[in-house]
């Protein structure tokens, strides 16, 4: 408890004038997350796949008195990533911290999917992470300062029926974010810090039509707001937290993974309504893209 105070109001990182890369900028959790960190005194460069989306995002944030650069990145193209990255390098400055956010849902079933979008999904939301990690992650080594954020995703830590290819990629992201916070301990780097985010669904329109869990079970695993869960991040970040579970009785999945029994842990999913919460799922984004 005392080092929690001690974070939160004793010595709190500093964001003012800090360069922020986010992947999926343009709506989404990655556009509040892009307006929270400008708030914040952050110098935030945008990345997305629609040059439109990052403008608004970017004039937005210029409205309120920020600072914003807009790129177009592919971020599943690793020459296109360290293209974008040099760009940045010679036009923003080094980047104190990357905010890997960039993600796709399919919303079917793993016999269902078709491959390209499995496999696409995987690249958005994991491969992507090696490319954007070593385009921008050596720069913070050097200076022994910087932050990764990995948002990942409460599908990370849980199994969830239509769910395959997105449950797939998120365990992969959530496994990349350890394997890197312990390679730069082994660096002893120990001023690049990691933050692995892993919230609920959000009500950002990714995800409409998912009924999250039944009644009354739905009181205590709301869908989360996009601005608390930005505010959530902001705040984890100047913590040097290295996890952020939201809400917080997801921090209980590990205790009931290794507590129950298998077909005990798949009967508490359907009764709580998490096995069937795909089936009203519309998809209202564009996965050709």
């Known amino acids: 408890m005392l080092k929690n105070v001690y974070r939160d109001y004793i010595a709190p990182r500093s964001l003012t004038g800090k360069v922020v890369v986010i992947t999926g900028a343009g709506s989404g959790i990655g556009k509040e997350m892009s307006i929270k960190f400008a708030k914040a005194g952050c110098i935030v460069v945008l990345l997305d796949l629609s040059l439109p989306a990052v403008d608004a995002v970017k004039a937005i944030i210029e409205s309120d008195g920020g600072k914003a650069h807009a790129y177009v990145c592919d971020v599943t ?3 296109t990533v360290y293209s974008v990255a040099a760009s940045i390098k010679n036009e923003v400055g080094e980047v104190w911290c990357l905010v890997n956010n960039a ?3 399919s919303g079917k079933s793993i016999f269902e999917v078709p491959d390209a979008l499995a496999s696409k999904t995987l690249a958005v939301n994991t491969e992507s992470h090696f490319w954007t ?3 921008f992650v050596p720069g913070m080594i050097e200076k022994n300062d910087g932050c990764i954020v990995t948002v990942a995703s409460a599908a990370g830590l849980v199994g969830v029926a239509g769910l395959g290819d997105y449950c797939a990629s998120k365990w992969g992201a959530r496994g990349f974010n350890d394997a890197l916070r312990l390679e730069l301990r082994k660096m002893r780097k120990y001023g ?4 692995l985010v892993c919230p609920y669904f959000i009500n950002t329109g990714m995800f409409d039509g998912v009924n999250g869990s039944n009644w009354p079970f739905g009181l205590i695993l709301p869908m989360l707001q ?4 930005g505010d959530m991040i902001i705040k984890a970040v100047r ?3 290295p996890e952020l579970r939201m809400p917080r009785l997801m921090y209980v999945s590990d205790l009931l993974h290794f507590a129950l029994p298998v077909w005990l842990k798949d009967l508490a999913f359907e009764i709580i309504g998490f096995s069937s919460s795909m089936d009203s799922f519309t998809q ?4 050709s893209k």
């Not at 209202?284 to 996965?287: L, N």
């Open 77 to 79: 193209s690793p020459s």
């Open 192 to 195: 690049v810090k990691t933050l």
């Open 226 to 229: 996009p601005t608390y869960v």
């Open 284 to 287: 209202t984004r564009d996965t």
């Open 103 to 105: 993600g796709i849902v």
């Open 239 to 241: 913590r040097g937290q």
């Open 133 to 135: 990690v070593k385009a």
